[in-house]
């Protein structure tokens, strides 16, 4: 219902409101509709109303006054999958839970069945539109003709080599909408680019397969030329270099923890039956015989004569 008196509403003061069924009523209630839709559904509906009331909307005027009206077109689909719709939207800035970020809609003209692919990248779109043409091959339909916006992802040599080898024909549209005014009006214009096929017999492949480049022949990169790695062994190996190096006071403190550890496992406590066998070991080599002969002797508990030991013989060999 509408409010005919007063025009502004006060408090404390009723409203008349109106019962009629005028056809500017029933054009306010369906959210300012085309008049001529309006008729036809109080017509369906079987309502009754003054369909000669031909009142200009003043909402209508304000609201729709730099809006132009839809094209019609002239061929329209009659079949499932005569002419499917494709649109690929994206990039999104909440991705999915598979980490989509874009999604490719294919709608029939016909039917207006819809069938959305997510995808993580534009380049899926082929693997997404030969998915949908094996679903509709399956159900019993075969695509006719596919109609894009001309975007890159849709208008390139992969996607326009599965439809040429599907028989399908690709047609092109697109809209440039001007900037419009109140004192120009611009018609739109629309540029179509078709390409035709022909029709085979081979079968569709059910799983694209996707080429892998040889790791064999991949090559490093340049960044990593100019660095070369180079490791040399500078840890002393006889006892001579040891006292000699920097570290003179680490390798003592070192044998001298080594010194401590058989001193406890009582490993210089020699058998009587291997006293002959050792001695012998022992004499037969050349360097060192006087100074683990002196070691011998003493008491391998006296961890300070040991040492003594050793710094004696490292004096007499300097």
Not at 198 to 210: H, K, M, N, P
């Amino acid at each position: 219902m509408r409010v005919l008196y007063p025009k502004v509403c006060v408090a404390a003061e009723v409203c008349v409101a109106s019962s009629d069924q005028s056809l500017q009523l029933w054009h306010e209630r369906l959210c300012h509709q085309n008049k001529v839709h309006v008729k036809d559904i109080l017509r369906k509906c079987q309502i009754k109303s003054d369909v000669k009331d031909s009142q200009i909307c003043d909402g209508c005027c304000y609201g729709k006054q730099c809006s132009r009206p839809f094209g019609t077109r002239k061929q329209k689909a009659t079949t499932p999958g005569e002419l499917i719709n494709i649109d690929v939207c994206g990039p999104m800035q909440q991705q999915s839970l598979g980490d989509a970020k874009y999604y490719v809609c294919f709608k029939d003209d016909f039917t207006k069945y819809r069938r959305v692919f997510f995808m993580q990248s534009k380049n899926e779109v082929s693997k997404c539109l030969e998915m949908f043409l094996n679903e509709a091959k399956n159900t019993g339909h075969m695509i006719k003709e596919v109609l894009s916006d001309g975007g890159g992802e849709v208008i390139n040599s992969t996607v326009k080599s599965l439809l040429e080898k599907s028989g399908i024909s690709s047609h092109m549209e697109i809209v440039k909408k001007p900037l419009q005014t109140l004192e120009a009006d611009v018609e739109k214009e629309i540029e179509e680019i078709s390409c035709n096929a022909e029709d085979t017999e081979e079968t569709l492949v059910q799983q694209s397969s996707r080429n892998l480049r040889d790791r064999s022949i991949l090559k490093m990169p340049a960044k990593f030329d100019s660095f070369v790695l180079l490791a040399e062994h500078i840890e002393p190996e006889t006892y001579k270099e040891a006292m000699a190096s920097e570290d003179r006071d680490k390798w003592l403190a070192a044998m001298k923890e080594e010194l401590e550890s058989l001193s406890n496992n009582n490993t210089w406590i020699l058998r009587s039956s291997n006293i002959s066998a050792f001695l012998q070991q022992l004499l037969s080599q050349q360097e060192g015989i006087s100074l683990l002969i002196s070691i011998i002797k003493e008491d391998m508990a006296d961890l300070k004569t040991i040492e003594e030991i050793i710094n004696e013989d490292t004096a007499r060999r300097r």
